[in-house]
């Protein structure tokens, strides 16, 4: 059974480094005006006289590999398109969420933060600060008015709430932190993306990477900082506290080695969620990409079309490797 395993995940390897090598080399070494021009299509082309065509039919420039869709695009060419802009989307927002969850993590529970009434005033300059850098994000995404409305109401609930009252104007870093954790927890993170996307209009990769940072940072945090707290009680990091060692290094070279298995877990199981809901999302007819090439609008136009098999076919089968050698990973890294 063990042998079996591992063929299994060997070969689930190797599909997953030919559709990854395939996504991000096709615009350069296999699409048309490449080095090798093998495949005569790119994700722009449109024949609407041809459409629907099944796999290895010959089109206007050439053989349709994975057949064409309702409007003649050619279904190679989007697959690997969408495969690309899913896999870099995910990769780029769960590196924003890991090292936002580590940098919290470290002022909140190595550096032990804590606030007087003297440096309660800084933390309130510096959070405006951060309000008007949002602000600029959110005018860079082209977001409305009404949705920093709302964002902002929510930043200064949010703020107010963190704060532990338990002396007078008092506050601790590692208290905040779970209280905004707890709160955003609270939210369903679907529901969440569903009414920021409502309110953008042409959304970047770059941008929408950090908005699913946004989504999904709260349960790197809870994670990350339990696991911290477990190796902080160890008797060897007591040990470089009491011998007054530098902090940072205590939190690089002490407690990152002995908590990599957990970060590593989470960064997988982060791709994989990722990834799910941006093909969820546009499987409902929310595409979040501003040319609308996506794993989920090609497995919708199988719904629409019965016929066309292939459309659900070879997403589907490119979708369960790309999963199926997260979950493997996992298991080995465990």
């Keep these: 059974m063990k042998r079996l395993a591992n063929i299994s995940f060997a070969l689930t390897c190797i599909l997953f480094g030919i559709i990854m090598l395939i996504s991000f080399l096709y615009p350069y070494i296999f699409g048309p005006d490449s080095l090798f021009s093998i495949f005569p ?4 082309f449109t024949n609407i006289n041809k459409p629907s065509l099944p796999p290895f039919s010959e089109g206007e420039l050439g053989t349709h590999y994975f057949g064409s869709d309702a409007i003649g695009r050619d279904v ?6 969408a495969i690309s802009k899913s896999f870099v989307t995910a990769l780029v927002a769960c590196v924003i969420a890991l090292t936002v969850s580590l940098l919290l993590c470290y002022f909140s ?25 949002a602000f600029y994000i959110l005018y860079f995404l082209h977001i409305s008015v009404v949705a920093f409305t709302f964002l902002l109401c929510t930043s200064l609930y949010l703020f107010f709430t963190w704060f532990n009252w338990g002396s007078p104007m008092s506050f601790n870093g590692d208290q905040t932190l779970l209280n905004m954790v707890t709160i955003l927890r609270s939210l369903p993170g679907l529901l969440m993306l569903l009414i920021l996307v409502s309110f953008i209009d042409g959304i970047s990769v770059i941008g929408l990477s950090f908005l699913l ?7 790197y945090i809870r994670l990350i900082r339990g696991e911290l707290i477990k190796i902080r009680a160890l008797p060897f ?6 011998n007054a060692i530098p902090q940072y290094r205590i939190f690089l070279i002490h407690m990152l080695p002995n908590i990599w298995r957990t970060i590593f877990t989470a960064f997988c199981f982060g791709m994989i969620s990722l990834i799910l809901m941006e093909t969820t999302l546009s499987f409902l007819g929310i595409n979040l990409h501003q040319d609308a090439v996506s794993l989920g609008a ?3 136009g ?33």
């Design 213 to 219: 940072a946004l989504i999904i940072w709260p349960g």
């Design 76 to 81: 190679f060419a989007l697959l690997f398109k």
């Design 109 to 133: 529970l190595v550096l032990q933060f804590t606030a007087s009434r003297k440096r309660l005033v800084f933390i309130v300059f510096i959070f405006l600060a951060i309000l008007l850098f």
């Design 302 to 334: 199988a719904r629409t079309n019965l016929n066309a098999w292939w459309l659900l076919i070879f997403p589907g089968v490119c979708l369960l490797i790309i999963l199926q050698f997260f979950l493997g990973i996992i298991d080995r890294v465990r």
């Design 298 to 300: 090609l497995i919708n």
């Design 41 to 44: 299509f790119d994700h722009h």
């Design 237 to 242: 990091i007591q040990n470089a506290y009491q």
